[in-house]
């Protein structure tokens, strides 16, 4: 089946809803975790269900190139390889193309973008077409159009004419999309111009999608205000009865002012990145635990934490396993940073619900910034 | 409480016991899982438990190194610190100083080694008061005697005058020890040689302890026939009513040929390291998930492996997280691998009941040298 929203309640453009999917029906906003490469990495599914993951997003570029499409799709598809039943949403690829492609060096065509491999060098070719045949044989429960990614720098008319190609992307993506258990969802782009914005998200729901994703918000360098701006300018021409997804952004003071702007789906690989480095969120902010502070601290990350890690571990014994450089630290953090992320979406969907989400906005923000960090 | 050793079925000088410890009661002959730095590598206790561990070791040189046995005391011990309620039996530090010390430059005196951190190169003096010191603190269920654990090329001369002050060693640790909730193990030395594994293990008896192992067969370069040798030199002068350990011993069919002269205890790293560098065990020899051949191979590892990785994962998942460097690899490989020893061990208990050890053993060997390697 194709995704449904449901709204439940909204307070001002702050929405609660429920997103019913293949694999269930999961409430919103929610946090997406990032399984780059089928999985969420050093985690397995048991410990994503613990934490309440719903959706969990995958990569369409990284298993393109590993271990290849057609191998996930004889494995039954990206659920029954990586032993998720819950959905799965599947990028175009297009962000990687643009971020992580060998020297950068790529050729932007109307066909499609010519690349080289990150991993080996090799040319590549991934088109819209190409994009939607790979998440088709993944057999993700959302799959993304493919897009142009544009820097942050790039100009009006640069953005300009990148957004209307990204919609004749859109358009041939749709046409060769035909899985009837795969929702697709169309990206609004136009960097931090209203007028871009508009015609992007205008343009792109007239094509007719599942969902809207706003795009172009998590590249290097961009400004937080732009990304509010880029919000702020699409949001008002997107569908009430659809839902709308911010790529790329997990720092939660990020979520909040998405979810105030009107967005239900965030993703971000934030959590278990910072894990790997040894860092943590808490209420007043991100800590790095292999600070010497926390060397005879026996008390967990957090008290008010109902994470496995934070039940069972102390600040002092995960310090150990970082100095020690073993790799159970990262998955103790990453376990903990991404309940994190996601209690904050529950947290936020009850504050909807009591039409107090703006006071728990800033009491939020109050305390995350005390973060000497 | 010490430990203690009751013997339920023997065939021949095959063992099938139960160790009653402070932490319940547990069927030998065991495999135990190394936990160098209180972790078992990228596990957590409650895998452990899964795959049926009893004993864990730990190595008191990495604790005493990082983060020091005053930390984990501080934590309440090695058990609330790494989160782990089953016994845990610590060694006395003496193979890490003899193989892992910086350089391999030592001195050994009568006083103990001198010696330089393999982290940071500082020097530093292990004795075995401060062996024992340590493990107190660390308070493990088991110590060992701090030892001195010969090259395998040391010729008889040197392994005389080394098993007598390893006996001199084991007294005054025993000295200093005086925790009455720690049991503590003698180590018999001696190399290949009948006489003097003989003498090491009649004087170390005399001495007193609540078990007994057999030291200096794990050593770089030593020979399968030397192992066999020093265990069958020194088992007929071990009493039969306390437990006999074979340090640093993983290999199945090493496992099986110590069962057959009568141990009980057996620890190594090989199924969390072997597992990192992507090889598993099968009872067809052992495997490497990486090879080609598994590209598209979605059976487990093994079809009659009831552990969590053989009922939720494919041989072409591993093998494309292998590809990929994906962290989680070697944890579903060390999950795969403790329980592949731990189940052979309760397949041998299984076989000294029916008086069917030899036909198991042999059974096995033939199986498990088909591999093709």
Redesign the interface.
Known sequence: MKIKYELIKNNDKARHGILHTNYGSYETPMFMPVGT???V????PEELKEVNSAVILSNTY?LWL??GED?VQ???GLHK???WDGPILTDSGGFQVFSLAKNKKKDITEEGVYFKSHIDGRNLLLTPEKSIEIQNKLDSDIAMSFDECPPASASHEYLKNSLERTLRWAKRGKEVHSNENQSLFGIVQGGPYEDLRKESAIETVKIGFDGYSIGGVANDGESKEDMYKAIDYSIPYLPEDKPRYLMGVGEPIDILEGVQRGIDMFDCVLPTRIARHGNAFTHSGKINLKNLKF??D?TPIEDTCDCYTCK???K??I???L??N???A???LSIHNIRFLIKLTEDIRKSIDEDKFIEFKNNFIINYKKSSK
Chains 1, 2 share one sequence.
């Open positions: 490469l089928a999985n990495k050093t985690l397995v990284h590993r271990p191998i004889k494995a039954g390889f990586m032993n060397r005879e026996f069972n571990y102390t002092a014994y310090r150990h396993l100095v020690a073993e790799q159970l990262g998955r103790l």
